[in-house]
């Protein structure tokens, strides 16, 4: 229908507007519209350059670089002390057998990986597809990056679906946390932990504290709405002007 509907409008002007996606299609739709954007980075080095190339695309749509938010995912591991979180990320490990990673992987890269040898390298000479290309791309990188078999991708890529994983002690895991936070690499992380609810538990109980402890995570929601949480400006109603008391 054209106009506005017959209703009052929401508090934080509509909803906050999530999207996932970095092909160049996306990563355009995202700047001129997303408020906030899902993505999978498994270095530093590709989440800063997503980031940057992103938010500058902003300006063209006359949108702040600061009116959205990057979130990568990031799967956690955390333990009381290192030993303990590597014990609980290699007994997570050797519960993927071959007959789940191989197909999940397949799945994920978008070909048949029963093809080839499990302890051989990982193909990575793929055929175009419009499926979920940030994940296949970000595995192949790595897959070639580090010289991987099919098994150990799929040992790398099951237990955080892709994404960069941090693994040790609480204050392990806030040093890599803060560190990708203050260079730029994103505004946040899309949480993944691995077994529920002891996984989030303890990164409720062991990291957000060391997070909260160090500045960098909120002690209390400042606001009412998501939006506001998120620190993310209401929207202006397109249907009044900016000096109209309607566009409240």
Known sequence: MKGPLNVS??????PVLFMAGQSEPGREFAASTADCVFCVNDTKETAQEFYNDVKDRMHRYGRNPDDMRIVPGCGIYVGRTAAEADEFYEELQSLI?????VPYLSKLCEMDLSRYPLDGPMPTEVEETTAIVAFRDSIM???K????????TYQRVLPSMGHVVFKGTASQIADEMEDWYKSKACDGFNIQTPVLPRSLNEFVDLVIPELQRRGVFRKEYEGRTLREVMG???PQNPFFGSSSVAAE
């Open 9 to 14: 409008r929401m508090p934080q002007g509509y």
């Open 141 to 143: 990188e790595m897959a």
């Open 145 to 152: 990056r580090e010289n991987l078999t099919v098994r150990q």
């Open 232 to 234: 993310l400006p209401t």
């Open 97 to 101: 057998a071959p007959a789940l990673g």
